[in-house]
Structures are given as C-alpha cells and as structure tokens.
C-alpha cells in the first residue's frame, strides 16, 4: 500500500498529482499487479481533500489500463509500467547526463538547463500534435 | 441531477441594506459547495435562508425541492452548524448525544458513538472544557448523526488553528464518503476550502459573482500575459475578469470556453485562490462605478482594488 501526499503550490491539479504518484510508484517497482490502492476513503482522510478528486484520478487510472474497480472491494493495480522502468532506459539516461555535462560546461546554471528543457519539451511536443 | 439548494431573485433586507440582492443559484447534489467571500458579503443571511432561520425579503428558495421551514419533515433531512460550532458549555459529550437522539427522529447512535470514540472525546467532558477542536468536531458528530440528505457550515474551521483545521475537513470528507451527503461550508478564506471543495459559489458585496464546478472554472480561465494590447480587440468570446498594464506589458485574467490562439499571449493556469481575488476586485470595481459613472476606464483601477 502507498500513501498520497500533495503539494498545493506545484500548479499541477491534485487529481493529476495522485495518478503520477501511482504511475511513479509502479516504475519505482513500490506498486505490483494485483496491489490495492488506498480506498476513497483512506485518501479523503489523510488528505482532507474532496472524494471527487481520488475517484477521477482512480478513473484516469483505469482508462490508461493501469488499475481497474472491484467493486465494494476497492481499486486495484493491473498492469505493469516494466517497459518504462526507469532501469530500462540506461542508455537514454546516459545520453542525458552527456548532454547536461555539455550544457553546464557552455555555461547554463541549472536554471538555464531546466528552462532550456522544458521549452525543447514543450516545442516537441506540440510538433507531435502538429 | 436534482439540486440541493436552488434560488430566484433571492434577496434579504435589513432595513434599507440589502444583505443578499438579485441571487440566482442551482446547487446540484452530490457536491461539496465552497461558499466564499469576504466579511459581510452575505454568506451567513444566504445560509440562514436556506436552513430556514430567516425568511425573504424578496424572491424564493428552495432547499432540498421544499421551501425551508421548521417543519420536523425538513429539518430532519438539513444538518446545520452554526458559525463558531456552538455547543453547551455546561452540558457533557455525553448529554449532547442524548439531546441529539431525543430530538431527531433519524438519530444513528452507532455512527454518534463511533464518531465520538475516533475522536478521542471523553464522553463525561463538559464541552466548555473541549478545545476548539474538539468542539467542531463534536458539534459536526452532532449534525452527522441524524444523517442528513444536505450538510450546511457556516465558517466551521474560522477559529481553528491548522492542525485542528485540517483535522475537521478530514473528518468532514470521510462523513462525505461514508454517506454520500451533499455538503456547503462557507469560508472567507478560499485557501481553506481549495481542495475539498468541487463546486464554489463566490459572494461579494451581497451578489453571487461566480458559481460552477471547479473543475470547468479552472480550465475556462487563463492568465495571459503579453506585449501591450487594447482589451477592446479581444475575440468576442474572451471576457476580462482582471487586467493591469505596463507601458510595455498586458496581464489579464479572461474567461474564454475556447482555446487562446493569439500567439503573442503567454498562457499560464490560475489557481483558485487568484480566480476568487479577481471575481473580488471586480466586484469593488463595479460598485465603484455605479457610485462614480464617469469615473473614467476600468483600466489599472484593479490595482487600487486589491
């Protein structure tokens, strides 16, 4: 079982935040197939936040294939993110650190490196829905 | 889906004063409704409207389908705790659970008694000598207990420090699991309500500026931030809740359905908090220029509102 805990000031929604927390859970190897997640309840009552928020991120979850509801027993983790272990991707890290290594010598703090990042990100991914 | 609280026209008078004005509203159940505004905007007279301790001044409202009232049939289906969650002081934990089930006929004693155990309350305390805390918590057991359909707080975590705060909203979205019950507390603080709340209804000077689900009045507002531009030639579909310029500089704050295609905008999130404080400041806005028609262009006014 995994605990859920939120940060109001990060900008992301708190529903989004609880379904990247599992996601990471599972490339962290913390979360298996087969492993509940805290009820609706449970989250409600550690977190004080609304029911609504932990049943849409539970829906999110099931829509990726991720978990699915039994229901009066509780939601439940089906499915593996194996594939996007983060140990899977040694040589993708390693082109990164290359890269960052790079960067810090031109000269980036490491604000300059994260904006840099974000902006590439970004321009990909709207060349992807272009 | 049916509304839990639904009003036309709905207004109050206190003498000359006008408390709520013109307030339209459908609360649809299965929420739990954020009422926010500033002091004295009107939140605790449109609560007491609904739980049935004021009657209008003008206009309806409906509360559950009914007209409230102090009829045994309607006040068993409203919960209500009152601001500063009074109890009796001299009376014991114990003696509020026996007030509470002889005067409500759908009184569940389990969920009473369990509530009480979970909390930790020694049922032979006077609450005089409960913390603040406490006293929420046992005023909450109270309403909870006669399982009620609607769950109406006036400011309920007002006087709370944030432990006891955060504590209180805890045991209040459990009860809201456990019965499915439709919920409005009332804050002047949106910090406090941000994330239990899924529905938000804002209030300012006596007129509801604002109420929707949270989820679409986050994403039907941006923040645009950008060269200087005339709001005038905005597309007609984007309306300006909030502006302040620069020589050089816009930022706004518009609500638009659609997306915002004028590449020379930055578009950033706004949270709930920065939504509430605009719906305010406009609302200073606008009754500064009734007050003042040729008061000149809305422009950089806001900045003296906030």
């Known amino acids: 079982m995994i605990e859920f805990h939120l940060e109001s000031r990060s900008g992301v929604s708190p529903y989004l935040q609880i379904v990247q927390q599992v996601r990471q859970a599972m490339r962290l190897g913390l979360l298996h197939d087969g492993d509940q997640l805290p009820t609706v309840k449970e989250v409600v009552a550690q977190l004080a936040i609304n029911p609504n928020t932990v049943l849409k991120a539970y829906r999110e979850l099931e829509h990726e294939g991720l978990a699915s509801a039994r229901p009066g027993v509780g939601t439940f983790i089906t499915g593996s993110l194996a594939g996007e272990s983060l140990a899977a991707h040694g040589p993708l890290r390693r082109a990164l650190q290359t890269w960052i290594a790079k960067a810090r010598r031109a000269g980036l703090d490491d604000e300059s490196i994260e904006a840099l990042f974000q902006s590439s990100f970004r321009s990909a991914a709207d060349e992807e829905i272009a | 889906?049916?509304?839990?609280?639904?009003?036309?026209?709905?207004?109050?008078?206190?003498?000359?004063?006008?408390?709520?004005?013109?307030?339209?509203?459908?609360?649809?159940?299965?929420?739990?409704?954020?009422?926010?505004?500033?002091?004295?905007?009107?939140?605790?007279?449109?609560?007491?409207?609904?739980?049935?301790?004021?009657?209008?001044?003008?206009?309806?409202?409906?509360?559950?389908?009914?007209?409230?009232?102090?009829?045994?049939?309607?006040?068993?289906?409203?919960?209500?705790?009152?601001?500063?969650?009074?109890?009796?002081?001299?009376?014991?934990?114990?003696?509020?659970?026996?007030?509470?089930?002889?005067?409500?006929?759908?009184?569940?004693?389990?969920?009473?008694?369990?509530?009480?155990?979970?909390?930790?309350?020694?049922?032979?305390?006077?609450?005089?000598?409960?913390?603040?805390?406490?006293?929420?918590?046992?005023?909450?057991?109270?309403?909870?207990?006669?399982?009620?359909?609607?769950?109406?707080?006036?400011?309920?975590?007002?006087?709370?420090?944030?432990?006891?705060?955060?504590?209180?909203?805890?045991?209040?979205?459990?009860?809201?699991?456990?019965?499915?019950?439709?919920?409005?507390?009332?804050?002047?603080?949106?910090?406090?309500?941000?994330?239990?709340?899924?529905?938000?209804?804002?209030?300012?000077?006596?007129?509801?500026?604002?109420?929707?689900?949270?989820?679409?009045?986050?994403?039907?507002?941006?923040?645009?931030?950008?060269?200087?531009?005339?709001?005038?030639?905005?597309?007609?579909?984007q309306h300006v809740i909030e502006e302040s310029h620069t020589d050089r500089q816009s930022t706004l704050l518009v609500r638009s359905d659609g997306p915002i295609l004028d590449p020379s905008w930055t578009v950033e999130q706004v949270d709930l908090e920065d939504l509430v404080l605009a719906y305010m400041g406009q609302a200073g806005l606008s009754t500064r220029r009734r007050r003042n028609p040729d008061g000149g262009k809305a422009v950089s006014q806001l900045d003296v509102v906030r």
């Open chain 2, 1 to 237: 889906m049916s509304a839990v609280l639904s009003a036309r026209r709905l207004g109050k008078r206190y003498g000359r004063k006008w408390a709520l004005n013109e307030c339209d509203l459908d609360i649809p159940s299965g929420h739990v409704v954020g009422l926010v505004g500033p002091n004295g905007a009107g939140k605790t007279t449109l609560i007491h409207l609904a739980v049935g301790l004021l009657t209008p001044s003008a206009g309806t409202i409906e509360v559950l389908g009914n007209k409230p009232s102090d009829s045994p049939a309607q006040l068993s289906r409203v919960g209500f705790v009152a601001q500063d969650t009074p109890t009796y002081a001299r009376l014991s934990v114990a003696d509020h659970l026996a007030l509470g089930a002889h005067m409500n006929p759908g009184w569940d004693a389990e969920v009473a008694r369990r509530r009480i155990e979970d909390l930790d309350l020694d049922p032979k305390q006077k609450a005089g000598t409960l913390s603040g805390g406490q006293r929420a918590q046992l005023a909450l057991t109270l309403a909870v207990a006669k399982r009620p359909e609607f769950l109406i707080l006036d400011e309920p975590v007002a006087s709370l420090d944030p432990l006891a705060r955060r504590e209180f909203l805890q045991s209040l979205m459990e009860v809201v699991v456990e019965q499915g019950v439709s919920v409005v507390l009332s804050s002047h603080l949106v910090a406090d309500l941000e994330r239990v709340c899924d529905y938000l209804v804002v209030l300012v000077s006596s007129r509801v500026q604002l109420a929707g689900e949270v989820d679409e009045l986050l994403a039907s507002h941006h923040r645009l931030i950008g060269p200087r531009h005339d709001v005038d030639a905005l597309p007609r579909d």
